[in-house]
């Protein structure tokens, strides 16, 4: 079916209703958006600019109400081979850091690394960050860790508040607009070029590296030498 294919795409169930609907009815504005699909007009609205940032949408301006149409459906082919050409550079950016990690040894503690899938694997990690207690440093492409957990990313902030962690997050300048300010919490941006689609994550002895898709994958290393390592590389970009 079309729709579970466009999921494999990345698109959210609003996301295809939305789609689906623009592609069968032609132009529509948001209110009339959200009466015809039963959606709430916040989330027709934001769905609505995900799909213009996933470039199978666009829109234009009549009598200063933006309305809304699905592209041509090649825009479809162009999003695939974007995605295959993240996988490629995920894959990449994998192997160089496993060959590097291979290259760095430690005579006081063994490696220890492990592999954690989909919603519930990765709640773990999250969990654990929060049971360590250690200062966090982030580095992010865009804000999946919202996007994937929605209810669950502002319960988590606001026991990470309680426990007084400290997070620093370095994100592209493009998602400035998109971020909240929350207590213990502080940003740096760098060009929108420099992004990785690798988020990592840096607590105490620990590195994590998440590939965000539909069936998201974390490797978790547990390592003081190399958690140093990350974290000198984080203070230099943070400190530029």
């Known amino acids: 079916m079309l729709e579970e294919n466009l999921s494999k795409l990345g698109f959210s169930p609003s996301e295809i209703k939305i789609y689906l609907h623009l592609a069968k009815n032609g132009s529509s504005y948001p ?20 799909l213009v940032s996933k470039g199978v949408t666009s829109f234009i301006i009549k009598n200063k109400v933006k309305w809304f149409e699905a592209k041509n459906p090649d825009s479809l082919l162009s999003l695939i081979k974007e995605k295959e050409d993240e996988f490629k550079t995920t894959k990449t950016s994998i192997l160089e850091e496993i060959k590097r990690l291979n290259l760095i040894k430690s005579d006081k503690k063994p490696l220890e690394a492990t592999i954690f899938s989909d919603k519930k694997g990765l709640r773990m ?74 988020t990592t994550i840096i607590y105490g002895d620990n590195c994590v590296f998440i590939q965000w898709s539909d069936e998201p994958i974390a490797i978790k290393i547990n390592n003081k030498e190399i958690s140093k390592s990350h974290l000198n590389y984080f203070n230099i970009l943070w400190n530029s």
């Open 31 to 50: 209110n009339r958006i959200s009466a015809d699909t039963k959606l709430n007009r916040t989330n027709v609205y934001e769905a609505l600019y995900r």
């Open 125 to 198: 990690i999250f969990e654990d960050i929060l049971e360590t207690r250690k200062p966090i440093s982030l580095i992010a492409a865009q804000l999946q860790f919202k996007d994937y957990f929605g209810p669950y990313f502002e319960l988590w902030h606001k026991e990470r508040i309680e426990r007084n962690i400290l997070q620093r997050s370095i994100f592209p300048l493009k998602v400035k607009d998109k971020l909240e300010n929350r207590k213990f919490l502080e940003y740096r941006f760098v060009d929108n070029k420099f992004t990785n689609p690798t």
